[in-house]
């Protein structure tokens, strides 16, 4: 079958480093994605990772090992306007997106 | 970069009347667009794919009679909530590729409509 898992929430401290978690279970992969959504929005597009590695995009960096079935997020240089949900999914076979329900990151002063 | 305009972005109507949500790629063509629905601290959930000129592809579990879709163009898509009840109150998204089936610049969202059936 097909899941997917990441925590419901965490808690950094501005100016920090905090990595969060995706694991996946899937026989087809096409990909994982990284969706940033504030609360009442729609999410945000912030990466995609379809081969081993990490990719970095400024303070935002996603790391996938697909024969581990893992993919993490890195944000640094953690910011108050981070406070967000994470969302990380992927792509199956079939080309359909299977979300997470996302992680609630709390950023404190 | 890629933009999808939904629109309204609220809307509050009464038990057994009908919501028409419309989603528009402002910039590109989008041949798939995708209606999801979620609940409060809840995941994205797929309710179905809608294809340009062609019937929608509805998820196991969602009335098709129910939320009515239309993808009459490459760059519009609507969902219709026919016979809104209380229950069907939730934030529906939708979303577009601008590549190709596996896109390396994600698939973007509309900014989201949130339905409240009184």
């Known amino acids: 079958g097909q899941n997917i898992d990441q925590p419901t929430e965490m808690t950094a401290t501005e100016g920090a480093i905090v990595q969060i978690n995706c694991t996946y279970q899937?026989?087809?992969?096409?990909?994982l994605f990284w969706y940033q959504q504030h609360a009442g929005e729609a999410p945000t597009f912030l990466s995609y990772?379809?081969l081993d590695g990490l990719e970095e995009k400024g303070r935002f960096s996603s790391f996938l090992s697909r024969s581990k079935g893992y993919s993490y997020l890195l944000l640094k240089e953690l910011q108050m306007k981070d406070s967000a949900s994470y969302l990380c999914?992927?792509?199956?076979?079939?080309?359909?997106?299977?979300w997470g329900a996302g992680t609630k990151l709390i950023i404190k002063p | 970069g890629a933009v999808v305009s939904q629109h309204p972005s609220r809307v509050i109507c009464k038990s057994g009347t009908s919501v028409k949500i419309e989603c528009r790629s402002l910039?590109?063509?989008?041949?798939?667009m995708f209606w999801y629905r979620q609940f409060p601290k809840k995941s994205l959930m797929l309710m179905a794919t809608?294809?340009?000129?062609?019937?929608?592809?509805?998820e196991q579990g969602v009335e098709k009679d129910k939320f009515l879709i239309n993808h009459a163009s490459l760059t519009l898509s609507t969902l219709t909530v026919t016979s809104a009840h209380p229950e069907d109150s939730s934030f529906y998204i939708c979303?577009?590729?601008?590549?190709?089936?596996?896109?390396?610049?994600?698939?973007?969202f509309g900014s989201g409509t949130r339905l409240t059936v009184v």
């Open positions: 809608s294809n340009e000129g062609s019937k929608a592809t509805y």
């Open positions: 999914a992927f792509m199956d076979s079939n080309y359909q997106l299977i």
């Open positions: 979303s577009a590729s601008e590549g190709e089936i596996a896109p390396l610049y994600g698939y973007t």
């Open positions: 899937t026989s087809g992969f096409n990909g």
């Open positions: 990772n379809v």
């Open positions: 910039d590109f063509q989008a041949t798939t």
